[in-house]
């Protein structure tokens, strides 16, 4: 346990951006990267760094932003900036929760996804040791549009905002990422005397660290990587910031022992589960909420999501796993299978040209290719049960709902409408006619008619 660890922590997460160069109908932070939202990924990092209390300032009439954060911590509680006026005066929007005292005061941008735990807590280390304020500064590639750190003999004064720097300021490289940390002790003080006289006339929470100093306190630094405080103002910086926690995710895969041949070519989401020698071969895409036991092997060109997938089972190549998906142990879903909301015991296998929805599969039952569960009759949904080690011939249509019992066998190209019982034989096709001969009088008539 760190000091950290010990304190109360309130983080106040300011979600009220505009998004305007998002051009977007989506609010910004509900914008995903790894198939969470921006607003997700921030507050899915402030929980894991011990933000005891949390606190969203979000644009009026944003309940979908409100929804979101209190998803992901239901007791978040939610306050309204009726105005951009700056981001001090975001942050005062919480001063009932600022009044009820915390140890640790966070600010926390909603647009900065990268934001890790570990540098939550690099932040918080230095109130812990009798700080006032704590800055996350970094050298970015290109500081333009970022306010500037002015440190003096080692101590950090003032931020300035690059639209009131001077020259010489403007040559400094460390800048402000953006998250500060403020010791609840003098954080209200401190924030009630931010006042809007500068170039954009807003309350800027970065007059902090000068008011700090002002009162015989003290500020300080923590440096960090660029990607943790990458903020995101547009579709082509979304992108930009995917890219970076695709690595992120591989290579977090990788050394926990999954096998990528190309992991270049496989997108992860946030919440991805992969056991040990877990196999993921090139162009496999990960959608949310899903777990991949040991020894998995996962082939090219599946897209999966929502899905649990058992100890040493195959997908793929060219499988779809949607939601509700769960594959047994051993069990084999195989080339353009598609499957949602079904259970596949043990043993179960699919191997080719299947569509299983809204069903079980008991274990090592044979769904033959071509096999459709007709799930949906335009209206509602209904249930396909397969027993244990029944066998589905190919082409078979079961129509729901309907159970195919323990043992049973299904005959190729059946349209099954009735429940088959277990180690019965179903058949329901049409009758196959034979015709001796029948080709050649074919043949003859088109002849003759070919020449009259
Ligand atoms: C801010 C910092 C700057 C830092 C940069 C890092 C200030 C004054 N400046 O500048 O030093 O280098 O971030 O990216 O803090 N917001 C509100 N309500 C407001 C204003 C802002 O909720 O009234 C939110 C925005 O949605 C955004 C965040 O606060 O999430 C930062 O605001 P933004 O306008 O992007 O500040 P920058 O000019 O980028
Ligand atoms: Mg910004």
Do not use: W
């Amino acid at each position: 346990m760190t000091a950290s660890n010990l304190r109360t922590c309130l983080a106040i997460v300011l979600a009220a951006g505009d998004g305007t160069r998002m051009r977007s109908k989506l609010p910004k932070v509900l914008h995903e990267i790894g198939g969470r939202s921006l607003l997700g990924h921030v507050l899915t990092t402030v929980q894991a760094a011990g933000g005891s209390e949390v606190a969203v300032v979000v644009a009026p009439e944003r309940e979908a932003v409100a929804a979101e954060a209190r998803r992901i911590v239901p007791a978040a509680q939610i306050f309204e900036q009726a105005e951009r006026r700056g981001t001090a005066h975001a942050v005062l929007m919480a001063r009932a929760a600022l009044e009820k005292g915390a140890d640790d005061v966070l600010v926390i941008f909603g647009d900065t996804p990268l934001l890790r735990a570990e540098t939550v807590a690099a932040l918080r280390a230095p109130l812990a040791a009798g700080a006032a304020v704590a800055v996350l500064g970094f050298r970015p590639a290109d500081p333009t549009g970022y306010g500037r750190l002015v440190v003096e003999n080692g101590a950090l004064v003032a931020i300035r905002e690059e639209k009131d720097a001077s020259a010489a300021e403007r040559k400094i490289t460390l800048c402000n990422g953006g998250l500060m940390a403020l010791s609840g002790k003098t954080a209200l003080t401190i924030l009630n005397r931010i006042g809007d006289n500068n170039a954009k006339r807003e309350f800027y929470l970065t007059d902090a660290v000068a008011i700090a100093r002002e009162m015989g306190l003290t500020a300080a630094v923590v440096e960090a990587e660029e990607d943790d405080v990458r903020g995101i103002n547009t579709k082509a910086q979304l992108a930009e910031t995917e890219a970076v926690l695709q690595r992120r995710l591989r290579q977090a895969a990788m050394d926990a022992g999954v096998t990528m041949i190309a992991p270049e070519t496989v997108y992860l989401a946030a919440d991805t589960q992969l056991g040990t020698d877990v196999v993921i071969e090139p162009h496999v895409v990960f959608g949310p909420g899903v777990v991949v036991e040991d020894g998995a092997v996962i082939h090219s060109f599946s897209h999966i999501a929502g899905a649990r997938i058992g100890k040493g089972v195959s997908v793929g190549p060219f499988a779809r796993l949607r939601p509700g998906t769960e594959l047994g142990e051993g069990s084999r879903i195989g080339n353009f299978v598609e499957v949602k909301a079904a259970v596949f015991e043990a043993g179960a296998k699919a191997n080719h040209l299947t569509y299983i929805g809204d069903a079980r599969v008991g274990a090592g039952a044979n769904v033959g290719a071509g096999t459709i569960t007709c799930n949906y009759d335009g209206t509602s949904k209904y249930k396909t049960n397969i027993g244990k080690s029944a066998f589905i011939g190919s082409n078979s249509a079961l129509v729901a709902p309907v159970s195919i019992g323990d043992g049973a066998y299904v005959g190729s190209g059946s349209v099954i409408t009735k429940d088959v019982p277990a180690d019965a034989l179903a058949i329901g096709r049409g009758q196959q006619v034979v015709k001796e001969g029948g080709a050649q009088r074919l043949r003859d008539l088109a002849a003759l008619k070919k020449k009259t």
